[in-house]
């Protein structure tokens, strides 16, 4: 054997290290044939933060209440569950709402001519444990039922917290109409006439100065697909505004019928549940004496008078509360309270300072 040398060591050495060369291009070229490339310059890398990603998802995360949760699923169910074109009258049941304060004397006024105008099989107040009065004391015999009732629905609607009683009020008659059927009144409003001839349809409502609908008073029949969608109509509307979810909301729904198809009547304003306008001139012309000469009115025609008690605040006191005033004045007011006051009623009656015990109320 040849001796070893320096010169045959470092031979044998640079051989060695190209060997390695050529089987490490031959092991990186296999790898690049048979995977994916380890960088793909077409894609960026994700360096967002997991909230990052929660914000930019087009799925957004579902923030509603609980509440606001069982709205929505109420809605859903009244749309699978509800009644279209039934033949089955309005019922005859009358619906008042008593929030947050004691019940009045015009509030009793409301449940008494409902019960003597209107005649109807029953009349439940819903309540929140609040309204006792000697005028609640009063009203008593004329109520079928009381419920002590929580305002259901959401506490936030589209992300806008439901701050106002009369906004909660809102949903709240639509869910009594739906799950009960019959007239929902406002315990400012006096009826007038007998309601018997609007039972026939399906759902019965009323021009507000001739050119939107009011939500004050509304009849329906039980378990109605129109309560139902114009409750949904009016929840997806809801956005803090004083009127956009009712007043403009019903008004926009009913434009989009075809109201003879669905069967619904709406009532001209100057003979239907609200006569006159709720604004300045409107009320005036409420309590405006010789309302027997005004043209194009009359009484037998009307169903009920919308007496706008957050509006007339100023007129209550001198008006409502004073019993010449009521047993003299020619207004529409005036001559609509005396027709439903019982018999015997005195101005010892309508003093609210006496003792409850003290007063036998005619019936």
Request: aromatic fraction near 8%; proline fraction near 6%; charged fraction near 20%.
């Amino acid at each position: 054997a040849p001796p070893i040398t320096l010169h045959s060591l470092l031979s044998l050495r640079r051989g060695f290290a190209l060997q390695c060369l050529s089987l490490s291009c031959v092991s990186f070229c296999q790898l690049s044939e048979n995977t994916s490339p380890v960088i793909d310059s077409s894609v960026k890398p994700d360096r967002r933060t997991d909230r990052e990603k929660v914000i930019d998802s087009s799925v957004k995360p579902d923030r509603r209440t609980d509440r606001e949760k069982d709205c929505v699923n109420w809605l859903k169910s009244c749309e699978e569950n509800c009644v279209q074109n039934s033949t089955t009258p309005i019922p005859k049941h009358v619906h008042f709402v008593s929030l947050n304060h004691p019940f009045s004397f015009m509030e009793w006024l409301a449940v008494v001519s409902a019960r003597n105008k209107i005649k109807p099989d029953k009349i439940t107040v819903y309540t929140d444990g609040l309204q006792d009065s000697c005028w609640w004391r009063r009203a008593l015999p004329y109520i079928d039922h009381q419920i002590i009732h929580t305002l259901p629905g959401a506490n936030v609607l589209n992300r806008v917290p439901i701050k106002l009683l009369p906004h909660k009020s809102d949903f709240l008659r639509l869910s009594i109409l739906y799950h009960s059927g019959g007239i929902y009144m406002d315990t400012d409003i006096l009826s007038l006439n007998s309601f018997d001839p609007l039972l026939k349809h399906q759902m019965v409502l009323a021009e507000q100065c001739h050119y939107a609908l009011n939500v004050a008073l509304m009849m329906a029949q039980k378990h109605s697909c129109l309560v139902c969608r114009f409750a949904h109509y009016s929840c997806e509307r809801f956005d803090g505004g004083w009127v956009h979810h009712s007043v403009d909301a019903l008004s926009s729904f009913i434009r989009g019928l075809d109201k003879e198809k669905e069967g619904v009547l709406v009532v001209p304003w100057k003979k239907g549940f609200h006569p006159m306008c709720w604004n300045a001139n409107g009320i005036n012309q409420l309590y405006k004496e010789n309302f027997n000469d005004i043209p194009d009115y009359n009484r037998s025609e009307i169903y009920s008078v919308h007496l706008y008690n957050n509006k007339a605040k100023n007129l209550i006191p001198k008006t409502l509360h004073n019993f010449d005033w009521i047993q003299t004045s020619t207004s529409l007011v005036g001559l609509t309270i005396r027709e439903s006051l019982p018999p015997g009623f005195s101005k010892h009656h309508l003093n609210e300072s006496s003792r409850c015990t003290d007063i036998q109320l005619p019936k």
